[in-house]
């Protein structure tokens, strides 16, 4: 199970995604404000030297998202005996991700100031990286699959 390069790969994008609950994907400074931009919501601080304050708007459709994608890249390493379903799995997680890669651009919207200024941090990297290790494992199967045909073909 493990020992198949799809289930390291897999695991890679799964550890991924659940990254994406601690860096932020995008983060703004602006009026004495700091804007960050996670799955889990957009999170305001307060940039004062005494003080800081900080406030979050929690979004539950990119949370379910994201954790929805996590669980089909852990759920599909346990596939391994049905390599086709194994494919129709990580197609779906694909899709996911970039479900969320959406909801995350369309929640950029609710910064102040719009999307000038905006440092693109970690996170977001981590979303691409997720999709190409997904692909990765994709290749894995493909892989296994031509190996098992080759050994048929010889008996």
């Given at each position: 199970m493990i020992q198949r390069i799809q289930s390291i790969w897999?695991?890679?994008?799964?550890?991924?995604?659940?990254?994406?609950?601690?860096?932020?994907?995008?983060?703004?400074e602006a009026d004495q404000m700091t804007y960050s931009l996670y799955t889990t919501g957009l999170h305001e601080q307060r940039n004062e030297a005494v003080d800081t304050k900080s406030k979050v708007e929690f979004s539950v459709v990119p949370i379910a998202l994201n954790i929805a994608a996590a669980l089909f890249c852990?759920?599909?390493?346990?596939?391994?005996?049905?390599?086709?379903?194994?494919?129709?799995?990580?197609?779906?997680?694909?899709?996911?991700i970039i479900g969320l890669s959406v909801l995350c651009g369309i929640s950029v919207q609710q910064i102040?100031?719009?999307?000038?200024?905006?440092?693109?941090?970690?996170?977001a990297f981590l979303l691409l990286i997720s999709i190409i290790f997904s692909l990765?494992?994709?290749?894995?199967?493909?892989?296994d699959e031509q190996l098992l045909r080759s050994a048929d073909r010889l008996r």
């Open positions: 897999l695991l890679l994008a799964s550890m991924a995604l659940l990254c994406l609950f601690i860096f932020p994907l995008l983060t703004k852990l759920g599909g390493i346990f596939l391994f005996r049905n390599r086709s379903m194994q494919k129709k799995v990580i197609l779906v997680n694909i899709l996911l102040p100031g719009g999307i000038t200024g905006l440092k693109v941090e970690i996170g990765f494992a994709i290749r894995g199967i493909r892989k």
